[in-house]
């Protein structure tokens, strides 16, 4: 099964900048879709951008406002989250997912604190 493991977060200040990566063990060029979640202490799961492999563009929850970037690099399956003018609402930790063989896969997370 593939496995997904979630790296680039950490302490930013307000207005800054992080770059998540998420490396899968194997290909998931498969995956119709693959997406980045983000949860606060206590709350569900929210879904932040996800990436289409039929050739649409990729969809923003309406938070992001034009800061986040999302992208696939399908050669090294890895997918990215460039993150820019960072927030402290912005404060989670981020996951992503793929959907595989009927199977949802998610990685363990990474933290992002945003914080003067």
């Known amino acids: 099964q593939v496995q997904l493991v979630e790296s680039g977060g950490g302490p930013v200040q307000p207005g800054g900048s992080l770059r998540l990566s998420c490396a899968a063990s194997?290909?998931?060029?498969?995956?119709?879709?693959m997406p980045w979640y983000r949860q606060f202490p206590g709350l569900r799961r929210d879904w932040v951008a996800f990436?289409?492999?039929?050739?649409?563009?990729?969809i923003y929850a309406d938070f992001v406002q034009g800061r986040f970037t999302i992208s696939k690099d399908n050669a090294n399956n890895t997918m990215y989250l460039e993150m820019n003018d960072l927030k402290p609402e912005d404060t989670a930790v981020y996951y992503c997912n793929v959907q595989l063989l009927s199977k949802s896969i998610w990685g363990q997370g990474t933290q992002v604190t945003v914080s003067s």
């Open positions: 990436i289409t492999s039929g050739g649409g563009g990729p």
């Open positions: 194997g290909s998931t060029s498969s995956a119709d879709y």
